[in-house]
């Protein structure tokens, strides 16, 4: 297999996306469970392919900004995307928790009813009543936590930075959601199957 072929220009070999595979799992864990460290690495175990691969292409294109995956994306070729992100679907590792329970049932309210009076929709109308995502739009069931808390906290400075960022949409309602509310919202999923 030549190298052109890994840059994208012809099939890539399953040696070279094995290997990508085991270079994503060193930060997002064994099993695609995610990883809380100095640096919280968020559960792609079962993540929608789809929304894998669309991430992965904000990175190239500079759409996403977080400076340890655009440095990783520039290793990763056109050929190896879809291949990765089948396979990340495919693991099943079980939830990480550690989110503080008492706030789970308010979070449970926000992501089943929303917030009307503060402009916050059901989670749930677009990640479903699981919250298992379809297509481009992520899993949240199992996710980290701390990731969930960190991403909606942070959500206008590190995503939508860009009219063609479809996840801007999440902007406006990561704005509206007060440190606590994201909390219990973090809480629930985080203990979703």
């Given at each position: 297999?030549?190298h052109?072929?890994?840059?994208?220009?012809?099939p890539?070999?399953?040696?070279?996306?094995?290997?990508k595979?085991?270079?994503?799992?060193i930060?997002?864990g064994t099993?695609?469970?995610?990883?809380?460290?100095?640096?919280?690495?968020?559960?792609?175990?079962?993540?929608?392919?789809?929304?894998i691969?669309?991430q992965?292409h904000?990175?190239?294109?500079?759409r996403?900004?977080n400076?340890?995956?655009?440095n990783?994306?520039?290793?990763?070729?056109?050929?190896?995307i879809?291949?990765?992100?089948?396979?990340?679907?495919s693991?099943?590792?079980?939830?990480?928790?550690?989110?503080?329970?008492?706030?789970a049932?308010?979070?449970?309210?926000?992501?089943?009813v929303?917030?009307?009076?503060?402009n916050i929709?059901a989670?749930?109308?677009c990640?479903g009543?699981?919250a298992?995502?379809?297509?481009?739009?992520?899993r949240?069931?199992g996710?980290?936590?701390?990731y969930?808390?960190?991403?909606l906290?942070n959500?206008?400075?590190?995503?939508?930075?860009?009219?063609e960022?479809?996840?801007?949409?999440?902007?406006p309602?990561?704005?509206?959601l007060?440190?606590?509310q994201?909390s219990?919202?973090?809480?629930?999923?985080?203990?979703?199957?």
């Open positions: 297999m030549s052109a072929a890994d840059r994208g220009k012809g890539v070999s399953r040696q070279s996306i094995e290997s595979i085991e270079y994503c799992l930060c997002h099993s695609g469970q995610g990883f809380r460290g100095y640096y919280t690495m968020p559960r792609l175990a079962g993540q929608q392919p789809q929304y691969e669309n992965l904000a990175f190239k294109e500079g996403r900004l400076p340890i995956m655009q990783v994306v520039t290793g990763i070729s056109p050929g190896m879809q291949p990765l992100a089948e396979y990340l679907r693991l099943n590792a079980a939830p990480h928790g550690g989110g503080p329970t008492e706030g049932g308010l979070g449970k309210r926000i992501f089943e929303g917030l009307p009076d503060a929709p989670c749930a109308v990640h009543p699981d298992r995502g379809t297509r481009q739009i992520p949240l069931a996710q980290l936590y701390w969930v808390t960190k991403t906290t959500f206008s400075r590190e995503r939508g930075q860009r009219g960022d479809s996840s801007g949409i999440m902007a309602v990561a704005r509206n007060s440190p606590a994201i219990a919202v973090a809480a629930y999923v985080s203990s979703l199957r």
